[in-house]
């Protein structure tokens, strides 16, 4: 390549860069026709091949999907322009989940907002690192006032918080900062520099039943090993029995274990139940635990009057996991861990003289890396501040509200249809429930296997027919079906039409007796 300084026959200076450095956005003519072009064939792309078509599945296989993408090289040696390159994604697009289609309510996916998916082109344009300020400026002073913000409507009066990747990293930080505390005060030890003392072998973590997994994972990574997690039973309600919480205590007492944090969950992955937020800060006050809620699902009740009042307790907690995209609306990802006392961020602080040197500390400068498990991270804050200003908290809680209602309403189909069996009716927005087959013969008769099978087989062929996105779960030993409705499009009426598909397919797919017992 030609050096800055080359020239070439007739004495002019040769631009030393690659050809392929067009490809940047700049204040230049042509490096912004070039961004609008591109950008106005992607949201073509949006338009045509994904919201068109994907509704809410093709059905391809992964087989299919292998065969589609195969004339495709994934590291070309030259490449041919933006425009062919973006023709590529159609059969990505076409055979992606619809998430805004009514029928697509498997999981805590949520359609994403407008206003949301128009501040993603304006951070992923920016790309600002919220690592250190100087990265990230604006973006730092943003994501700060928004936290505070957080904080308050989750009663913390001197809070703190960071934004994280969703609940996975929210809950790990939380217990990463209750490992550091209690191994900190109780054993004198610096975990950052030191690692773990042999007596923190019997330090452990209590939760429900049906809390994440991700408090096992943390355990896990933090170095206490899965074992330290010890799961709750659960009442009728699918939320954490308090009368089981003080036996399990009582048990690990006599075996010399330290409960150090326990886990409550505003919103199970399953039922979307609630555990009991106030009795368990009672608890954690008497056992000097940390107590930490993942409320990745249903802290979005915050934004409502007629729900606040399910997270009662809520502001007790040393940390709160919260998720903006499941019921705020937010393209992935997108979440928060806030806590209660903005120095516990203390136990895990760290400086970079080549990124937040301490001298920035001294000066005041805010570099956010000191609060995260993250270095280099998304300016997501600026997703739910646009939708905030679109929409603002009276919008979203209206949302949150008529989904919660719908689920009210799809229990009450499941229980009107002789051919379901409603496993759960949540104080959320899901409904878990069971075709069974051959109701003459008694209540779910065929049981096990053959029951489960069929269950199991009316998910895959909605799924493969492209009808529907319905998730199964397993309860109690038994297959169901899981209707998680995040999208506020979806209707009674498509709910109505979703079961009685649900009960044809149920009728169409059952084995006859003489299949059955041949």
């Given at each position: 390549m030609n050096g800055v300084g080359d020239v070439d026959g007739v004495g002019e200076r040769r631009d030393p860069r690659p050809d392929a450095a067009k490809w940047f956005l700049s204040g230049d003519d042509d490096d912004r026709a070039r961004y609008r072009d591109a950008m106005r064939r992607a949201c073509d792309l949006v338009l045509d091949e994904f919201a068109a078509e994907a509704t809410p599945y093709s059905g391809a296989t992964p087989e299919e999907l292998d065969d589609a993408l195969a004339r495709f090289?994934?590291?070309?040696?030259?490449?041919?322009?933006?425009?062919?390159?973006l023709d590529r994604t159609?059969?990505?697009?076409?055979?992606s989940v619809g998430v805004s289609?009514?029928?697509?309510?498997?999981?805590?996916?949520?359609?994403?907002t407008i206003p949301a998916l128009a501040a993603e082109v304006l951070l992923t344009a920016t790309n600002q690192s919220m690592d250190s300020w100087d990265q990230s400026p604006a973006a730092t002073q943003l994501e700060r006032r928004f936290v505070g913000e957080l904080c308050d409507l989750f009663g913390y009066e001197d809070g703190d918080g960071v934004f994280t990747s969703g609940g996975t990293q929210s809950n790990f930080v939380g217990l990463l900062l209750a490992r550091n505390k209690v191994v900190l005060e109780e054993y004198g030890v610096d975990v950052q520099r030191e690692g773990l003392p042999p007596e923190a072998r019997d330090l452990r973590i209590l939760c429900s039943a049906d809390a994440h997994f991700t408090a096992t994972q943390a355990a896990s990574h933090l170095g206490l090993g899965e074992n330290a997690v010890v799961t709750v039973p659960t009442d009728d309600d699918r939320r954490l029995s308090m009368a089981a919480f003080d036996e399990t205590v009582a048990s690990l007492r006599e075996r010399g274990k330290r409960p150090f944090a326990i886990v409550a969950t505003a919103g199970t992955t399953d039922f979307g139940s609630i555990d009991p937020l106030g009795p368990l800060a009672d608890r954690a006050a008497e056992?000097?635990?940390?107590?930490?809620?993942?409320?990745?699902?249903?802290?979005?009740?915050?934004?409502s009057d007629d729900h606040a009042d399910k997270l009662a307790g809520i502001e007790a907690a040393d940390s709160v996991a919260v998720d903006f995209h499941k019921l705020f609306y937010q393209p992935i990802s997108c979440g928060a861990v806030l806590v209660r006392d903005a120095s516990a961020y203390d136990l895990i602080d760290r400086n970079a003289a080549y990124l937040n040197p301490e001298r920035d500390d001294d000066a005041g400068v805010p570099n956010l890396v000191s609060k995260s498990v993250q270095t280099t991270r998304r300016f997501d804050a600026l997703k739910p501040f646009v939708t905030m200003q679109a929409l603002g908290r009276e919008g979203l809680a209206s949302m949150v509200e008529y989904t919660i209602d719908l689920a009210d309403d799809a229990a009450r189909l499941v229980a009107a249809d002789p051919d379901l069996r409603l496993v759960h009716d949540s104080d959320l927005n899901v409904v878990v429930f069971r075709y069974v087959p051959d109701r003459e013969q008694g209540d779910d008769p065929a049981g096990g296997s053959s029951a489960d099978d069929l269950n199991e087989a009316i998910r895959d062929s909605l799924l493969d027919d492209g009808e529907a996105v319905v998730a199964r779960t397993t309860v109690d030993g038994e297959t169901c079906l899981k209707l998680t409705l995040l999208n506020p499009r979806t209707t009674r009426e498509d709910l109505r039409d979703l079961l009685r598909e649900i009960s044809a397919r149920g009728t169409a797919l059952e084995p006859t007796t003489d299949d059955r017992y041949a």
């Amino acid at each position: 390549m030609n050096g800055v300084g080359d020239v070439d026959g007739v004495g002019e200076r040769r631009d030393p860069r690659p050809d392929a450095a067009k490809w940047f956005l700049s204040g230049d003519d042509d490096d912004r026709a070039r961004y609008r072009d591109a950008m106005r064939r992607a949201c073509d792309l949006v338009l045509d091949e994904f919201a068109a078509e994907a509704t809410p599945y093709s059905g391809a296989t992964p087989e299919e999907l292998d065969d589609a993408l195969a004339r495709f090289e994934m590291l070309p040696h030259e490449g041919d322009g933006v425009a062919a390159a973006l023709d590529r994604t159609e059969p990505i697009l076409r055979n992606s989940v619809g998430v805004s289609d009514p029928t697509c309510i498997a999981h805590l996916q949520c359609p994403p907002t407008i206003p949301a998916l128009a501040a993603e082109v304006l951070l992923t344009a920016t790309n600002q690192s919220m690592d250190s300020w100087d990265q990230s400026p604006a973006a730092t002073q943003l994501e700060r006032r928004f936290v505070g913000e957080l904080c308050d409507l989750f009663g913390y009066e001197d809070g703190d918080g960071v934004f994280t990747s969703g609940g996975t990293q929210s809950n790990f930080v939380g217990l990463l900062l209750a490992r550091n505390k209690v191994v900190l005060e109780e054993y004198g030890v610096d975990v950052q520099r030191e690692g773990l003392p042999p007596e923190a072998r019997d330090l452990r973590i209590l939760c429900s039943a049906d809390a994440h997994f991700t408090a096992t994972q943390a355990a896990s990574h933090l170095g206490l090993g899965e074992n330290a997690v010890v799961t709750v039973p659960t009442d009728d309600d699918r939320r954490l029995s308090m009368a089981a919480f003080d036996e399990t205590v009582a048990s690990l007492r006599e075996r010399g274990k330290r409960p150090f944090a326990i886990v409550a969950t505003a919103g199970t992955t399953d039922f979307g139940s609630i555990d009991p937020l106030g009795p368990l800060a009672d608890r954690a006050a008497e056992l000097d635990c940390w107590y930490h809620v993942d409320a990745a699902w249903g802290g979005a009740l915050a934004l409502s009057d007629d729900h606040a009042d399910k997270l009662a307790g809520i502001e007790a907690a040393d940390s709160v996991a919260v998720d903006f995209h499941k019921l705020f609306y937010q393209p992935i990802s997108c979440g928060a861990v806030l806590v209660r006392d903005a120095s516990a961020y203390d136990l895990i602080d760290r400086n970079a003289a080549y990124l937040n040197p301490e001298r920035d500390d001294d000066a005041g400068v805010p570099n956010l890396v000191s609060k995260s498990v993250q270095t280099t991270r998304r300016f997501d804050a600026l997703k739910p501040f646009v939708t905030m200003q679109a929409l603002g908290r009276e919008g979203l809680a209206s949302m949150v509200e008529y989904t919660i209602d719908l689920a009210d309403d799809a229990a009450r189909l499941v229980a009107a249809d002789p051919d379901l069996r409603l496993v759960h009716d949540s104080d959320l927005n899901v409904v878990v429930f069971r075709y069974v087959p051959d109701r003459e013969q008694g209540d779910d008769p065929a049981g096990g296997s053959s029951a489960d099978d069929l269950n199991e087989a009316i998910r895959d062929s909605l799924l493969d027919d492209g009808e529907a996105v319905v998730a199964r779960t397993t309860v109690d030993g038994e297959t169901c079906l899981k209707l998680t409705l995040l999208n506020p499009r979806t209707t009674r009426e498509d709910l109505r039409d979703l079961l009685r598909e649900i009960s044809a397919r149920g009728t169409a797919l059952e084995p006859t007796t003489d299949d059955r017992y041949a």
